[in-house]
């Protein structure tokens, strides 16, 4: 990305307004549209989740990855899969070390119990010890318990949710609402700055009412053409406008046909990219053929299509305006 | 704001009072100036799934265009000379219509709609009534005694103006049809749909009409979907409370023998197999069109699904099911076998012959035909076998139970071998009878 980021100290926060937030992640390369940045203000200003939902492809983990660049924030990002536990997404106590603490204690034992001649007497020292076994030095944070720690909040990307257990989801949901986890040997841990949360979801599986409930609900629709162009224009530069508004126009077109898997935007940056390494000045059937696997990720789907290339790319010209 | 989240409930958007809240909180921040900004900003507080957002947005728009006054009254700038006349007295009604004063009335009727609680129409029949309600509560009793006195005065000018009064409370009429229309768009369409859907859930089967089919279909999905969700969820839990020993042992060896990681026992539970025989005759094809839509639409459960369908031979329909659309497939099926004689005999030995081996203790037999067999030898022999292998027969009879057994009916006969025989004509019975079959897999 030739795009530098602009991180000059800004006077007025970067979501103080929708446009603010447009324009912000303008300046880090990514295109929102007015109902993203109306989720993200929401977002900062009712402190509240965000879940993002949308088909593969389409910009769900960019925006919280361009929200962080935007803000200056760390991001902390945790992906989801099945069989995902509390150990790997909030904490783990560190064994090794707790074992060699009681071994250290062991070897202790004996000083510190001298002169203790009752039971009860060594009972008493041995309270009066601080106890150190369960405490934050053996903590070992992962992602979640990471997140809340940070100094000045961050950015935390839980990637695919819909993959993960169902137990997880319900264990997120302390989290999401109060920014607090509970550990039960040691208590209760809040975010000194409640992170912004994004949670992205590809619909594999239904998520429970609880979490969305929780959750502000943003669904990134496929683009229309105006704003896919803009968005290509953003990520791929040295892109010809004129072939932009035919390469997009195409794959508008090819979503409107019943495939496997409609091309998103990832595809057609992907696409663009390509066709400005092969140096292609326009839309031409043999460049189209060639490149058409960066677009289309089923062997049907190719099959289905390539036949029809000629009309499609007519009908594309067409809608880019022919010039 | 109160209203237009009733009005979304109505249009299936479930709101709870803890989004509601959010939704207020976010109206605070940023205003009521700013449309789209509002629009967009208690979509993402209101609307979350896909298709919500769809019927937020239908929503949206349909409530926050009433307020606009459609119908106006022609020509509606009052003509000089007769304006506001002392004689229309200070009937607010009447001073509004005469002057034409369209923003003033739309807010009246809003006013007396909430008055009149219009929110609360749910039939079709209501509506004469509830627009009659917000018309009085307009003030219409006095406004018609007004023409009546005007007319009564017999001056030509009183009269002309009664007249004029006459001919707006005729577009106030209209109006306030139109808006009691919109208001049951807005608050009572789910009210009837569920009501529909209610009443198919509960239609047989076999009398379904051609235009309910497509509501149908979706009913169906719907009710798979439930069961799919409900059961999916149980599959993997882990039995807290039994120490799996070997692998905490196993696991000690790495911390010097102390036994850090406990390992518990977990029972994998197993999913069910399910293999359906649907009769595919003219009697009871259309609820066997059902039921393999139905099963299929739970393939999320149910990790084996076979699917066979006969008349008089019996093919594998799982193909067909899965590679082509619900219309498209029931036609081939019953292109290829439908419609023939049915002959039980022979199906179950075809049946046998294909799929025989792979019955085990995990699968569930599901027939669905109504026994009735031509007089041909109904093969009890294989029927006996198949209960034999299977851990379980469900036998599912569209007929009554009076009729099992009367005419060509082999049903009291089959019915030895079943583990369940049961009479199945509904929906509402169909979704009973596969959470039961589900349910005995998974753990209590």
Known sequence: ?323 | MEDFIKALRASEVRVSPAEAIDAHRAMMEIGYADRTLVKDALCIALAKTEEEVERFDACFDAYFTRDAFTGAPPSSAPQPGEGRGGDVGDLPLAQMLLSGDQISLAQAMQAAAIRARSTDVRLNTQRNLMSRRILDEMGLRELEELIQRLREMGLPRDAALADRLAERREALFEESTRFVDRQMVLYASETGRRLREGLLAQQKLTSVEPEEMRQMEALVKRMAKRLATRYARKRHRAHKGKLDVRKTIRKSMGYGGVPFDIVWKTETIEKPKIVAICDVSRSVAAAAQFMLLFLFCLNEVIEKLEAFAFSDRLIRVGAILEEEELDAAIASIIKKIGFRPTDYGRALSDFSELHRDSLDRHTTVIVLGDGRSNYANPRLDIMREIAHRSRAVIWLNPEPETYWGQGDSRMDQYKRFCHVATVCNTLNQLERIIENVLRTYMPR
């Not at chain 1, 660049?69 to 909030?90: F, H, N, V, W």
């Not at chain 1, 060594?122 to 369960?134: C, N, P, S, V």
């Not at chain 1, 619909?203 to 704003?227: S, T």
Request: charged residues 25%; hydrophobic residues 45%; glycine residues 6%.
């Open chain 1, 1 to 323: 990305m030739t795009v530098q980021l602009s991180r000059t100290p800004v006077a007025q926060p970067p979501l103080a307004s929708v446009e603010a937030i447009i324009a912000g992640l303008a300046g880090v390369g990514y295109i929102a549209s007015r109902r993203i940045a109306t989720a993200l203000f929401m977002a900062q200003h009712l402190s509240k989740p965000v879940l993002v939902e949308g088909v593969a492809g389409v910009g769900k983990t960019e925006l919280a990855i361009a929200t962080a660049t935007l803000l200056d924030l760390p991001l902390i990002r945790m992906q989801c899969y099945e069989g995902l536990d509390e150990s790997k997404a909030l904490y783990e106590w560190k064994y090794g070390k707790q074992l060699l603490y009681t071994q250290i204690l062991k070897d202790r034992m004996g000083e510190t119990l001298e002169g203790a001649h009752s039971m009860e007497a060594a009972m008493d020292r041995l309270h009066g010890m601080g106890d150190m076994f369960f405490s934050d030095q053996f903590l070992e944070p992962r992602p979640l318990l990471k997140a809340l720690r940070v100094e000045g909040g961050c950015v935390l990307l839980i990637d695919e949710i819909d993959k993960s257990d169902e137990a997880f989801e319900a264990f997120l949901l302390e989290i999401l609402s109060a920014f607090q986890v509970s550990i039960p040997e040691i208590g209760t841990i809040k975010a000194k700055t409640p992170p912004l949360v994004f949670l992205t979801s590809n619909n594999v599986r239904d998520l429970g009412d609880a979490l969305k409930r929780r959750c502000l609900h943003l669904h990134i629709p496929l683009p229309d053409a105006h704003l896919e162009e803009k968005i290509v224009a953003t990520r791929v530069p040295g892109v010809e406008a004129k072939l932009t508004r035919e390469l997009v126009a195409f794959v508008q077109s090819l979503r409107t046909i019943e495939l496997r898997k409609v091309p998103s935007i990832s595809e057609t940056v992907d696409w663009a990219r390509a066709l400005v390494l092969l140096h292609a000045e326009a839309l031409s059937t043999d460049v189209v053929r060639e490149t058409l696997n960066v677009l289309l990720k089923y062997e049907q789907d190719i099959v289905a299509i390539e036949p029809r290339l000629n009309d499609l790319l007519g009908r594309a010209s067409e809608a880019s305006g022919g010039e």
